[in-house]
């Protein structure tokens, strides 16, 4: 049986792994917070300052539900990436508009899609299994988890990082989870019910 043996929650202000509180800030820009987060617990990455607000909220999210989890007991192929949002990249796209009509930027340009956080988490960790990037209006456990439970029970992937990754202006939401073949850490069972329990925590 698959379980979730990782899970981190990030909202406006707030950081939970594995449900212990990590942080709990009073309300500061987006920015500015993803900023505390990345020099708190991730730091050292350079790439992540070029990074859109998106891609570092994924890309953080990730960070955390890996640092006590480490991933080196599988080839690059073994795992998968699944993530959902409902505001796409918009964000960014309307940056990068504004840019067009004077000289349109390509920093902004690489990031006018969603699916480029599964791009940078994949770069940081070396991962080159399958993913996949879903746009709903909210969060679609039911199939979210059965996608990822397929990609296990067929042999698609021997680990899989799913959740949602919602970014626009500043509100923004990550759960991610890190669902195995085998347990170990918090060991919760993957379902949608255990999925929907720990989102609405």
Known sequence: MN???AYTIIRPYKVIRNGEVLTNE???PMQD??????DQFAGQYQKFHKMDHLSKLGWLATELLLQ???MTGYAA???ALVFANRSASLDTDEKYYQTVSDIASPALF???LPNIVTGEISIRHKFKGENAFFVADAFDIPMMTAYAQQLLDTNAA???ICGWIEQYHEDFEAVVFLVEKETRGVALP???EQVEKLYQS
């Open 68 to 70: 006590d989890m480490p």
């Open 190 to 192: 993957f379902s949608a």
């Open 33 to 38: 917070f993803l900023r505390r987060l990345y």
């Open 110 to 112: 690489v990031y006018t």
């Open 77 to 79: 192929e073994d795992t």
């Open 158 to 160: 021997r680990a899989c």
């Open 3 to 5: 379980s979730i043996n």
């Open 26 to 28: 009073s309300a500061a």
